[in-house]
C-alpha cells in the first residue's frame, strides 16, 4: 500500500510539472499582447519583445521572462519524468525544452539594451555601443533559440518513430518555421515583416511547446516520444 502511495504522489508531481509547462507559453504570450497595447511607443514590427524589459514598467516584462522560464523548466523536468519505457532512449527532447527555459530565466536577469526610440527618450536609431548585460542577453537568447529548435526536431524525429505523423510534422515544421524566421531578422535587418514574422515565430513555438506538455498530460499511460 506505501508503494502505491509513493507511486500515486509520483504521478502527481509528474502532472503538476507538466501543467506547469502547459500554461506556460500562453502566460508570455498573453502577458506580451497586453504590453502592446498599453506600453506608450512600443511597435513590435520595430522592436523584440525583450525590449518591453526597459523602462519604468519594465518589471512586468522581466517577470514575465522569471516566470515563463521557471514554468517551462518545470514542464522540462515533467516531460523528462513522463517519458516511460519506451522514451528511455531519448532524454534530449525535455533536456532542449529545460536549456530553453533556463535562458529565458536568464532573460530576466540580464535584460536587452534599448534603442531606437523605446522607451521613450531613448535616442532613435541603435545603439551606439552594447552594454554587458545587453551583451549577454543576446548570448542566452541565441543557445535558448537554438535549444528550443533543436527540441522541435528531437521530438519530432521520436514522433515519428513511434507512428504519431501529425505532431512529427507539427514539431518538425514549428521548428523548420523558427529558424528561418530568426535567419530572416539577421538578413533583412530594419525590415518590419521580418520583425512581425519573427514575434510569430516565437509564439507558435512557445505554443509548440505548451502544446506538448499538455498532450502529455492528457496521456498519462501512453509511451512518450522523447
Do not use: K
Not at 497586453?34 to 516584462?61: C, E, H, K, V
Not at 515563463?68 to 515533467?78: D, I, K, Q, R, T
Not at 528511455?88 to 534599448?114: I, K, Q
Not at 545603439?127 to 522541435?152: D, E, N, W
Amino acid at each position: 500500500m506505501t508503494e502505491n502511495l509513493t507511486t500515486t504522489a509520483a504521478g502527481g508531481a509528474t502532472r503538476t510539472l507538466l501543467m506547469c509547462g502547459a500554461v506556460a507559453g500562453p502566460l508570455y504570450i498573453v502577458v506580451v499582447l497586453l504590453q502592446m497595447l498599453t506600453r506608450d511607443g512600443f511597435d513590435i514590427s520595430r522592436y523584440p519583445a525583450s525590449m518591453l524589459s526597459n523602462g519604468d514598467q519594465g518589471w512586468i516584462q522581466i517577470a514575465n521572462f522569471a516566470v515563463s522560464g521557471l514554468l517551462f523548466m518545470a514542464g522540462a523536468v515533467g516531460l523528462h519524468r513522463a517519458r516511460g519505457p519506451a522514451g528511455r532512449g531519448g532524454t534530449w527532447g525535455p533536456r532542449l525544452v529545460g536549456v530553453f527555459g533556463a535562458g529565458m530565466v536568464a532573460a530576466a536577469f540580464f535584460s536587452a539594451d534599448p534603442a531606437d526610440g523605446f522607451p521613450p527618450g531613448t535616442p532613435l536609431g541603435p545603439p551606439t555601443s552594447m552594454s554587458t548585460h545587453g551583451m549577454v542577453h543576446f548570448l542566452v537568447s541565441a543557445v535558448a533559440f537554438l535549444a528550443l529548435i533543436a527540441a522541435c526536431f528531437a521530438f519530432g524525429r521520436r514522433f515519428a518513430a513511434t507512428g504519431r505523423r501529425g505532431w512529427a510534422a507539427f514539431s518538425m515544421v514549428n521548428g523548420a518555421l523558427f529558424l528561418a524566421a530568426w535567419i530572416s531578422i539577421f538578413t533583412m535587418q530594419g525590415s518590419r515583416v521580418a520583425n512581425v514574422a519573427f514575434a510569430l515565430a516565437i509564439a507558435l513555438v512557445m505554443a509548440w511547446t505548451s502544446l506538448l506538455t499538455a498532450y502529455r498530460l492528457a496521456r498519462p499511460g501512453a509511451a512518450a516520444p522523447a
